[in-house]
């Protein structure tokens, strides 16, 4: 076994600089890792995407701090906007994991999919709109925030891919789009987390270490494992240009909505 425990080092590793640089939650490497961990150790297959989601989860609250704080210290966050989304992202996060017992996700993660693929190419041309109002509406930010609390909770993920754009499009720079996306990124963790505990699925009792949808041992090995590097990866994202950032974002962007869709119809 000494061979997972050292996969899921380096899987925390990166987890912790995808956190701090881009200010998501890393779930999109997480969730397919742990797909990967919970077939390897034989978990009933029915109940996996439920634990790989509810464990990613689990995970970020602490994988995201360290960046977000030093973003915070950065001065690239806008507290406004994380009080004004706060309440909002928690429950529907909450309520999500509700959901993800009772429903087919089949259609809503490839409409995910296509979403991220359209947020990548905004984000990578950098397209903007003709006029941008630094003050987003209140009720157009809850209507958001519901969403992104919904979707982000129902497939494993911190929110980062879907905030950061919106950030941007709404006129906040690249990098205090990233550092607010990182402290909202905290919320989700710990909202999806609280979700994962109270709608576990039928079956999770039974396995080990198990608590809720998370896995232990893989919540610790992995979360305590990228506590540093999630605060580099802030360090560097501060110090690098906005265009690179941009195009490196986009990327990663699209990798998660071609993992999606894997996931999806494979």
């Known amino acids: 076994m000494i061979e997972i425990f050292l996969l899921l080092v380096v899987l925390g590793i990166f987890a912790g600089l995808l956190s701090g640089f881009f200010g998501i939650g890393s779930g999109v490497i997480l969730v397919p890792a742990y797909f990967f961990l919970f077939n390897f150790l034989n978990?009933?297959?029915?109940?996996?995407?439920?634990?790989?989601?509810?464990?990613?989860?689990?995970?970020?609250?602490?994988?995201?701090?360290?960046?977000?704080?030093?973003?915070?210290?950065?001065?690239?966050?806008?507290?406004?906007?994380?009080?004004?989304?706060?309440?909002?992202?928690?429950?529907?996060?909450i309520f999500a994991r509700y959901v993800a017992l009772q429903m087919e996700s089949v259609t809503l993660q490839l409409i995910i999919a296509i979403s991220l693929v359209i947020a990548a190419f905004q984000v990578a041309i950098d397209i903007q709109p003709k006029k941008i109002t630094p003050k987003i509406n209140s009720i157009e930010l809850a209507l958001a925030s519901c969403g992104i609390g919904l979707i982000t909770s129902l497939v494993g993920i911190g929110g980062g891919i879907l905030m950061v754009p919106y950030f941007t499009f709404r006129g906040l720079s690249m990098r205090e789009a990233i550092g607010t996306s990182s402290v909202m990124g905290f919320c989700i963790a710990i909202s999806g987390s609280i979700g994962g505990l109270l709608f576990a699925p039928q079956g999770s009792e039974t396995i080990n270490w198990m608590v809720g949808s998370a896995y232990l041992p893989a919540v610790l090995i992995v979360g305590l494992s990228s506590i540093y590097f999630a605060k580099m990866g802030a360090k560097i994202s501060n110090k690098t240009s906005s265009k690179n950032l941009r195009l490196a974002f986009a990327f990663v962007v699209i990798v998660s909505a071609v993992r999606i869709i894997y996931d999806t119809l494979i």
């Open 43 to 93: 978990f009933p297959s029915e109940i996996i995407p439920l634990l790989a989601t509810g464990t990613s989860m689990t995970t970020m609250v602490l994988v995201i701090p360290n960046a977000a704080f030093t973003h915070y210290f950065n001065s690239n966050v806008n507290l406004e906007i994380v009080k004004k989304m706060f309440l909002f992202v928690f429950c529907f996060t």
